[in-house]
T-cell receptor, first 106, second 112 residues
Framework: RKEVEQDPGPFNVPEGATVAFNCTYSNSASQSFFWYRQDCRKEPKLLMSVYSSGNEDGRFTAQLNRASQYISLLIRDSKLSDSATYLCVARNKLIFGAGTRLAVHP | NAGVTQTPKFRILKIGQSMTLQCTQDMNHNYMYWYRQDPGMGLKLIYYSVGAGITDKGEVPNGYNVSRSTTEDFPLRLELAAPSQTSVYFC???????????FGQGTRLTVV
């Protein structure tokens, strides 16, 4: 089993839609969790950390379920500029999920 | 503050040639990482280091070597380049095993 697994993409959504990504991790010793965003042919950049109590940053909400070993990312009111690949990370070594591609269309 | 700097940005190698991809960071981070990313795929961890003098294998270490003689630098060595090593290589660094990582802009390598 892979250490980090993500929803297969791509997700094609209209502007204004709400979209959710899930990610499962296998190492119960993982201590911290992140979502990264990667634009085409660019380096990944941190989108947000994921805290046990859940956290929100504008239109983005991240949640962690330690019992079920998954993390989620919710994007509300999608914008064209949200089109990218979203990568989850379960921190022990820095192992990334394969990424989920999001395409937001007009 | 430059962050993580990778050189070169692009390189074409012939089969069997060797090269070193350079990575340096100016954030005094302890942890450094090398990844490769094939087209349309995710990031695969090649090697990582938790401090100067300490390195360890990641998911796909075969065909690569690393060293970490200083905190700042973490070069990746390809000894006998093969077409299968055509990829984009990213270097990253973090303060410790729990904090966010910062990435360099990548090196696009083509082996022909």
């Amino acid at each position: 089993r892979k250490e980090v697994e993500q929803d297969p993409g791509p997700f094609n959504v209209p502007e204004g839609a709400t979209v959710a990504f899930n990610c499962t991790y296998s190492n119960s010793a993982s201590q911290s969790f992140f979502w990264y965003r990667q634009d085409c042919r660019k380096e990944p950049k941190l989108l947000m950390s994921v805290y046990s109590s859940g956290n929100e940053d504008g239109r983005f909400t991240a949640q962690l379920n330690r019992a079920s070993q998954y993390i989620s990312l919710l994007i509300r009111d999608s914008k064209l500029s949200d089109s990218a690949t979203y990568l989850c990370v379960a921190r022990n070594k820095l192992i990334f999920g394969a990424g989920t591609r999001l395409a937001v269309h007009p | 503050n430059a962050g993580v700097t990778q050189t070169p940005k692009f390189r074409i190698l012939k089969i069997g040639q060797s090269m070193t991809l350079q990575c340096t960071q100016d954030m005094n981070h302890n942890y450094m990482y090398w990844y490769r990313q094939d087209p349309g795929m995710g990031l695969k961890l090649i090697y990582y280091s938790v401090g100067a003098g300490i390195t360890d294998k990641g998911e796909v270490p075969n065909g690569y070597n690393v060293s970490r003689s200083t905190t700042e630098d973490f070069p990746l060595r390809l000894e006998l380049a093969a077409p299968s090593q055509t990829s984009v290589y990213f270097c990253a660094s973090s303060w410790d095993s729990r904090t966010e990582a910062f990435f360099g802009q990548g090196t696009r390598l083509t082996v022909v």
